[in-house]
């Protein structure tokens, strides 16, 4: 069984920086890329940024230029480095795997709060 587990999230004010990191277990098969997207309060859920194992990367409009999406093949991990932050980008952020031939995994989310 495949599981994810995120960690960085929490309280960072505006023009901030945060990372966020995500490690995968369990046996993967056929991956295919890794990602993070998020969802705030009342909104649905939305892509941040996703990258393949090839190293093709897609960003939300509203982070472009912000956040940089990063990710090691061999060790199943994928980092999100998220820069100028804005109260805009409050959410709770899940990590998503997504495979060829097989459902997608979800992580259990971090919340990310900016506010001063």
């Known amino acids: 069984q495949v599981r994810l587990v995120e960690s960085g999230g929490g309280l960072v004010q505006p023009g901030g920086s945060l990372r966020l990191s995500c490690a995968a277990s369990?046996?993967?098969?056929?991956?295919?890329?890794m990602g993070w997207y998020r969802q705030a309060p009342g909104k649905q859920r939305e892509l941040a940024a996703r990258?393949?194992?090839?190293?093709?990367?897609n960003y939300g409009d509203s982070v472009k230029g912000r956040f940089t999406i990063s990710m090691d093949n061999a060790k199943r991990t994928v980092d999100l480095h998220m820069t100028s932050l804005v109260p805009e980008d409050t959410a709770v952020y899940y990590c998503?795997?997504?495979?060829?031939?097989?459902?997608?995994?979800w992580g259990q989310g971090t919340q990310v709060t900016v506010s001063s």
């Open positions: 998503n795997l997504d495979r060829w031939y097989s459902s997608a995994v």
């Open positions: 369990g046996t993967i098969n056929n991956l295919k890329a």
């Open positions: 990258i393949t194992t090839g190293g093709g990367t």
